[in-house]
């Protein structure tokens, strides 16, 4: 072997050891940034929490209307009650087995709603007539959309979200009828939009649109 040739084989075993130790280098360096961006990530969002921590108190939809014993004769007697308020709002309803309460049933909570103030205020009224049952489901629907709209508006305005269609306010403000393992979905929504904000404010990224996109993630479970 020339000279030469001991020079070129010794570079390129130089070359291939700072190749491969550059390599280990680089894969160390990957793993120390990847722990150290979960501790921080782990620290930011508890951090957060923290600061928007709020007691959890266990809610139900309120699927029911209860029943006094004046109210299950009167549902008893005039059968219509039930059937017409059941056909106008297109729920479900039965007397429970122990008779305590009338169950609503639907799969669209606004109608569940609707259902369970126009029979609430129906009994109270003592008015079964279908004129009557008609009015009061038409008044309570109207009562509805406008708490549906009020809903959308003060639930925007509380997450510092502005500037939203009025579609999207009103499906944003269907969500104070739905409830999920016991939270309602509403103000779930508004601390979501506090929690990203304070979380992108940390991080560097655009508040607003973390802002919007927290109070907004779960709109699809108000869309028919």
Known sequence: MSVDQAGEELLQQIEKTLREDAQVRVRDAEADVRDRADEISRRLLADTMQRIASPVVSQSPGSSVPLTERDLRKVKSAPQLLEQVAELTGVTLTIKEDESALSVSATDVVRRELARLSLTDLLK???????????????????????????????????GVGRL???VINALGKLQFRYSYGQNQLMHAIETAHLAAMLAH?????????RAGGLLHDLGKAID
């Open 202 to 210: 940390e991080m560097g990224a655009d508040v607003e649109v973390a």
């Open 125 to 159: 009224a003592g008015r079964t007539s279908p004129n009557d049952i008609e009015r009061m489901v038409r008044k309570q629907e109207q009562r509805l959309e406008k708490s549906i709209r009020e809903g959308g508006i003060a639930a925007a305005r509380r997450a």
């Open 165 to 167: 269609p009025a579609e």
